[in-house]
Every structure is written in C-alpha cells, then in structure tokens.
C-alpha cells in the first residue's frame, strides 16, 4: 500500500536516544524524508534521502533506511527536541509522483 | 535566504473558493518545484499539489478536482485555488519550496502558514 505508519508517540528522557519508525513499501523504493514540527511552528526538514542531514542541523539527528522501514535517531535527546515527528516519501519516481505523508509521532522529554 | 510567504482571506464561507498566493522572495521561482500542504487542527500534514516551473503540475486523487495551482514568474509567487470547500478544509496552509533531486525533490524550505476557516 501506499501509506507510511509511525508509531503515535515515544516518550524519552533528556540525554537518552530517542528512535522514531516509519513503515511503508513504498520506502522499499523510494527515499525518506523527515520533519520536525514544534507548537505552532511550521515543519523544518532535518533529514533528506533517508540518511542526509542539512546544513544547521544538530549531528545528533540522523536517518537509517533497511528495506521498507527508516528510522530517525536523536541521540543525547535535549528538552527543545519535544516536538512532532512526520516521515514523507513518494509513491512513485518522477515529477508526478505523489507525496505522502506519515501520521506523525509526538516525541516527548521527560 | 530564501523565504516564503503565504497570504489570502482568513476565512471563507462555505461552497466558496479558497484562494491563497505564496510569495519568493531572496531567491528565483525558476529550476524548483513549488508546493502546497495543509494540516486541519491537531491533525497530520496532507500534501495537497505541486507545480515544477515549466507548469507540469501533480494533484492529490482526494483533491484533484476541485484543486489548481499556478506558477507566476514574473511576480515570484504561485497560488493555489480550492473551489467548493467545506468546514473539512479549515487547516493551515503551507507553501514550500522543492529542490530537485535525481527523479524526484525535497522540501527545503517552508513559509510560516496561513490558517484559513471556512465557515459562514
């Protein structure tokens, strides 16, 4: 199918790593990408194709892909990585591919 | 840096057009893909459309047919229109930016969002 599933909420506490899931076929295939969202903010990419990370982005996010699941890792969790969590891909290559979203996952420091 | 801006009505009525423009500014409309996403309240993202600049376009199948979105270059914005809406479209609106990599893009940069309400 064409979805990507995460799990609802991980709870961590502070300096631990955190692990957050994402499952889809379609990631088989096609790159992950990942989104942080804090309250009221707008998403902000923090890894692209499954393990990059972009400039400005704390060393300790990181992305690992193995066969229709990737992980996003926050290691030595600090309070300001509360927030949620979304995964995205593509349904398919090309420019006409779809996007799709993951349902989200609120990490929570303890 | 490039920076995105989403504007347009707050608050639509029912059955009518939502219409909001996202506007470019430190950096060209040209070589990306340009997108919109929305998020009803406490709920995930939804990717709504996506345009490259040459015009070729791709909509969602759950709003492709009340969906268009437009790409004005010499304005360094793009908009979107979505007719006949409902209280099921009040969301956030976000538009964002997409770097083309190998066959496909990723989302680099985000405006803030625009809450938009539809009701009477």
């Known amino acids: 199918s064409n979805e990507l599933t995460q799990p609802s909420s991980v709870s961590v506490s502070p300096g631990q790593t955190a692990r957050i899931t994402c499952s889809g076929d379609?990631?088989?295939?096609?790159?992950a990408y990942w989104f942080q969202q804090r309250p009221g903010q707008a998403p902000v990419m923090v890894i692209y194709?499954?393990?990059e990370r972009p400039s400005g982005i704390p060393e300790r996010f990181s992305g690992s892909s193995s066969g229709t699941k990737v992980t996003l890792t926050i290691s030595g969790v600090q309070a300001e990585d509360e927030a949620d969590y979304y995964c995205?891909?593509?349904?398919?290559?090309?420019?006409?591919?779809?996007?799709?979203f993951g349902g989200g996952t609120k990490l929570s420091v303890l | 840096q490039v920076q995105l801006q989403e504007s347009g009505p707050g608050l639509v009525e029912p059955s009518e057009t939502l219409s909001l423009t996202c506007t470019v500014s430190?950096?060209?409309?040209?070589?990306?893909?340009w997108t919109w996403i929305r998020q009803p309240p406490g709920k995930g993202l939804e990717w709504i459309a996506h345009?490259?600049?040459?015009?070729?376009?791709n909509y969602s199948p759950s709003l492709k047919s009340r969906v268009t979105i437009s790409v004005d270059m010499s304005k360094n914005h793009f908009s979107l229109k979505l007719t006949s809406v409902t209280a099921a479209d009040t969301a956030v609106y976000y538009c964002?930016?997409?770097?083309?990599?190998?066959?496909?893009?990723?989302?680099?940069?985000w405006g803030k969002g625009t809450t938009v309400t539809v009701s009477s």
């Open positions: 194709k499954d393990n």
């Open positions: 964002a930016r997409g770097v083309p990599s190998e066959d496909y893009f990723y989302m680099d940069v």
């Open positions: 995205q891909s593509a349904d398919s290559n090309g420019t006409y591919a779809h996007v799709l």
């Open positions: 430190g950096g060209s409309i040209k070589n990306y893909f």
């Open positions: 345009m490259y600049e040459t015009g070729s376009s």
């Open positions: 379609v990631l088989s295939k096609q790159y």
